[in-house]
């Protein structure tokens, strides 16, 4: 397995690579796109920061990629829609850094209302400036947080520390959970009427880009203090800067710009604005969180199929992993059988859990029967981060129902597919720890092991049926390495499941259909 690391990353994750079997890693950082996509293609797993773009384009060329790591939160320079569809998995460290962001928040808030950045150019120059550097006390002043997450919450804290007067605004957290924290949440006009201070802590999305705007300024306190240790452009710069201009806002702190860095931004200029270059996150602990977090991450998926913090698929511990496994797999073959059994296009797929199964965590299995079902369609580009994307573009509905009954077994699960042709009813179970068995199709039981090459036979259940296809099979020289025999329930025909050394030819799977007691058959691959 290979891994490019393409950003500046923690020396203790580069570490943790080298010292994994079975993985190589490459630290190529500062790559112009065009030279990142050149050689994109070698590579198994990703590593960035803030700085790579994770592209469509970049994408396409990644045809061994299977997952892209970010070591840090904001992943606004990963097209995640793209990497889903490409089954790419997509991880981030949600924790690693929200400390030292929120610390830098409050930093660039006291050194604002401090003037310190400015003190220290003033004197630099030669300068004395006591009285146009005065400054502001921040006791007692109203703290405005938009976006109360995990970095909101942390900078609301250290601000209550400080006595400052905390107020909130987010509209996907309970006003019962911010006060239970012990602050009042308020909407965001009356945030824009009471804070001095405002620093915002949302995510970049579609409806946060551009909050702060004009319109938002207006609503605000002559001589508010803005600070942005969020994300570029979710406060308007050109409209920052016609405020700061106009004396609304006194003052602003950036860590984040629309583009990064802002060679042409005249806000970096002006007298009364701070800036970081992104520093939000750069300290030596959350480096070496972030890193080591990143690195753990991948090295587990890589090596175990582990996934932690993916933002495009449900997280699977390895322990969670080792129990569901079996069922998975089960699923899958599930899913695949059902792909060749049925005609007509599937519409809709119903998974029904019976029995009990010990508290498992069920959710991914409904994905690994899509998989199943597509993987005979799409081959390789399905996985599971991608299967229910790609069912629901092919219009296949999929619904999922439990009870506690099971007729045969302790538990079992049933895989319904209806297409516009037809209805296959396929259900199956876990023999032991983790053997996969099918023990039912349509009305035929049995227990088969659904591996390898395979074939479906219907016949008339008559003696010598099973030796005329023994016969035949043999003249052609396919070996038969299992066979499985299911009743019917209430009827008079067998279903045999074969299971050959190698795949059984077109013209010799045509010469078993003429076989006088044959009804069908229906070469099988998994
Ligand atoms: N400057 C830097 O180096 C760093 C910046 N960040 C950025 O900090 C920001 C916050 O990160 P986290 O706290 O980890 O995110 P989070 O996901 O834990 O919290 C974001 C909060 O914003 C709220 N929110 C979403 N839309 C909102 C809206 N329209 N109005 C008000 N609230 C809204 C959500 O409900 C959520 O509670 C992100 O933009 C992230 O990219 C994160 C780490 C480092
Ligand atoms: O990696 C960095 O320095 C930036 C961190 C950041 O913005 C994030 O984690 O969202």
Redesign the pocket.
């Known amino acids: 397995m290979k891994v490019l690391v393409s950003d500046n990353l923690g020396e203790d994750g580069i570490r943790m690579f080298q010292d994994a079997s079975n993985i190589d890693v490459d630290v190529k950082t500062g790559l112009a796109p065009e030279a990142l996509k050149a050689i994109i293609a070698d590579y198994d797993a990703l590593v960035i920061r803030?700085a790579t773009k994770v592209t469509e384009e970049l994408l396409q060329a990644a045809t061994r990629l299977k997952v892209v790591g970010r070591a840090?939160?904001?992943l606004?320079n990963v097209d995640i829609p793209a990497a889903t569809q490409r089954g790419v998995v997509v991880m981030n460290t949600?924790t690693g850094?929200?400390v030292t962001?929120a610390e830098?928040a409050i930093a660039m808030m006291l050194a604002l209302t401090r003037n310190i950045p400015t003190g220290t150019a003033s004197l630099r120059d030669g300068r004395w400036e006591k009285k146009k550097l005065q400054g502001r006390e921040i006791f007692n002043k109203v703290l405005g947080v938009?976006?109360?997450?995990?970095?909101?919450a942390i900078v609301a804290d250290r601000a209550r520390g400080l006595k400052m007067n905390v107020v909130i605004?987010?509209?996907?957290?309970t006003p019962e959970q911010i006060q239970k924290a012990g602050f009042t949440p308020v909407d965001?006009d009356t945030l824009y009427q009471q804070a001095d201070y405002i620093s915002v802590?949302?995510?970049?999305?579609k409806?946060?880009l551009g909050?702060i705007n004009a319109d938002a300024f207006g609503k605000m306190k002559d001589g508010v203090m803005i600070i942005n240790?969020?994300?570029g452009g979710?406060v308007a710069e050109n409209d920052l800067y016609d405020a700061l201009v106009s004396g609304k806002v006194a003052g602003a702190a950036l860590?984040?710009f629309e583009t990064e860095p802002p060679v042409e931004s005249p806000l970096v200029a002006h007298e009364r604005v701070i800036c970081t270059p992104?520093?939000?996150?750069?300290t030596r602990e959350a480096q070496t969180n972030v890193a080591v977090a990143v690195a753990r991450q991948i090295i587990d998926f890589l090596t175990a199929g582990t996934v932690a913090n993916a933002v495009n698929m449900p997280s699977v511990t390895g322990e969670a992993l080792e129990k569901i496994g079996p069922y998975l797999t089960l699923a899958e073959r599930m899913g695949c059988l059902q792909a060749q059994l049925v005609q007509g296009p599937i519409k809709e797929v119903v998974v029904e859990f019976h029995g009990d199964f010990k508290d498992l965590d069920l959710s991914p299995v409904s994905t690994a029967v899509l998989k199943g079902i597509l993987t005979p369609v799409v081959k390789d580009d399905v996985n599971f981060v991608n299967a229910q994307v790609m069912a629901q573009q092919r219009g296949i509905k999929v619904t999922e129902t439990s009870s506690a009954e099971s007729d045969y077994y302790v538990n079992q699960f049933t895989v319904r597919a209806i297409t516009t042709e037809m209805t296959s009813v396929v259900s199956g179970t876990i023999f032991g720890k983790k053997d996969p068995r099918i023990v039912k199709i349509d009305k035929f039981r049995l227990e088969m092991i659904p591996h390898g090459h395979m074939a479906l036979i219907q016949n008339i259940d008559k003696p010598g049926s099973i030796g005329e296809i023994g016969t035949t099979l043999g003249k052609h020289k396919i070996n038969i390495g299992r066979m499985q025999v299911g009743q019917e329930e209430e009827g008079d025909r067998n279903i045999i499941f074969l299971t050959t050394d190698t795949p059984i030819p077109e013209a010799v799977v045509d010469e078993m259909r003429q076989l006088a007691l044959v009804k069908t058959v229906t070469p099988l691959e998994f």
């Open positions: 803030s840090g939160i904001g606004d949600p850094n929200v962001t830098h938009i976006g109360f997450g995990k970095i909101g605004h987010d509209p996907f957290v965001l802590h949302v995510p970049k999305l409806n946060t909050m240790c969020a994300r979710i860590d984040v992104h520093l939000g996150a750069s």
